[in-house]
């Protein structure tokens, strides 16, 4: 019984000299860490059969699926959820006015709080009716650059910004093609950022 | 939770409730990714996360995994893995 032993685990011990290098490979070597794999792996080496070799296929695609699964699905996880926040981050710089965003700066609160805040009624009863953007602009730069531009131009920004007219109602009510209003409304604007741009660098080298 | 996750991930292409388990298995995982974020987009995020979950469960391929035999011949450099990189 005893030689008997002894010459299976010398088999065993074979087989391991054969494997040697993959020893080291850490799913392996957790793999047959655990004892029933390693009686799994025994019995195969010992009394070679489908059925064994089989079982010790089994356990192992079982425990590798395991890791590689597990590991799939946390990385998945976690890289969504990066990614979520970098939705959310893009989509709140572009729509700047939603009510539950918590203000910029040091100030506590969203902007919830502060437009129902007596700070902000009390500076509410003005209401501009003038139909020219100009009279509209609480930024100095901007109202030096909408002087810049042309009539055309100050008009249709004033449409647009002030009615909330489309480009192709506005070709109706100035009776142009939409495409020429189009590319004025395109010109108009670059030619606003290229104004506020210049102004930007040019307070830049005074500082 | 008797089944182990290898059957469970197996059924789920067919049967839903193996798949609300396995999705139910990762559930702290998810709860832990939702301190990343703001309060007000958790609940969001959470259910976001469960349904990329429904996708990556769904697709994967678990006759991919190798056997040990398998695994012995890929790293003896016989078999190329075809995973990689996925």
Redesign the interface.
């Known amino acids: 019984m005893n030689d008997l032993y002894n010459s299976y685990d010398r088999s065993v011990a074979n087989y391991f000299d054969k ?1 040697e ?2 020893l080291q ?1 850490p ?2 070597k957790s ?1 047959l860490n655990i004892p029933e794999n390693m009686d799994l792996l025994r019995e195969v080496i010992n009394k070679p059969s489908d059925a064994s ?1 089989k079982t ?7 425990y ?3 890791i ?3 590991t ?3 990385q ?3 890289f ?3 990614n ?2 970098k939705k ?1 981050k893009l989509f709140s710089d572009r729509n700047q006015s939603i009510l ?1 965003r918590p203000l910029r700066g040091d100030q506590n609160g969203t902007l919830i709080d502060f437009l129902t805040s007596a700070e902000w009624k009390k500076g509410q009863d003005v209401q501009i009716t003038s139909s020219n953007i100009g009279d509209h602009l609480t930024s100095q730069i901007l109202f030096d650059g909408i002087q810049r531009l042309t009539d055309n131009q100050r008009q249709l920004l004033s449409l647009a910004y002030i009615y909330g007219m489309n480009d192709s109602e506005i070709s109706i009510y100035l009776n142009k093609s939409q495409q020429a209003v189009s590319r004025s409304h395109r010109k108009a604007l670059r030619k606003l950022r290229e104004i506020i741009e210049a102004d930007k660098e040019g307070r830049g080298l005074d500082e | 939770m008797n089944e ?3 059957t469970l ?1 197996k059924r789920s292409r067919t049967d839903n409730s193996s798949l609300v388990s396995v999705i139910e298995l ?1 559930s702290p ?2 709860d832990h ?2 301190k ?2 703001k309060q ?2 958790r609940e ?2 959470s259910q ?2 469960k349904i ?2 429904l996708d ?2 769904r697709n ?1 391929e ?1 006759d991919n ?8 011949d890929i ?2 450099g016989k078999e190329t893995p075809y995973y990689e990189g996925g």
């Open positions: 494997i290098k993959h490979n799913i392996i793999f070799k010790l296929d089994e356990a192992f695609r079982e590798y699926f395991n590689r699964f597990t799939y699905l946390s998945a996880i976690y969504n959820a990066i979520y926040d959310i539950d | 182990s996750l290898y991930v990762f995982k998810i990714s939702l990343q974020t007000q987009y969001d995020l976001e996360l990329k979950l990556c469960i994967y678990v995994v190798p056997g040990y035999f398998q695994m012995i790293l003896e």
